[in-house]
């Protein structure tokens, strides 16, 4: 019994850091929306605005998400 509690447990675990892992992206993906909204809107530049605020949501990664949504929004311009 015991191992199939401890079964039980380890996947609970894994369910729970999927579930924050998820959750992690989708915050960064709101930070980074309010973020351009902004900037959009005579403010900073996202990036600056987002570390005034010691948000880590544009990691290398995000960023370049971002710059390429923002280069297919606007045609490159």
Known sequence: MPDIMRFIMLEQMK???EQI?????ERDEARREF?????????????HYAAARGWDCFSEKAEADSDNL????TDGE
Do not use: D, K, M, W
């Open 70 to 73: 923002l280069f297919r929004t």
């Open 15 to 17: 369910s729970n850091e």
């Open 35 to 47: 973020c351009q909204y902004i900037h959009q809107n005579g403010g900073v530049l996202p990036q």
């Open 21 to 25: 892992t998820q959750l992690r992206a």
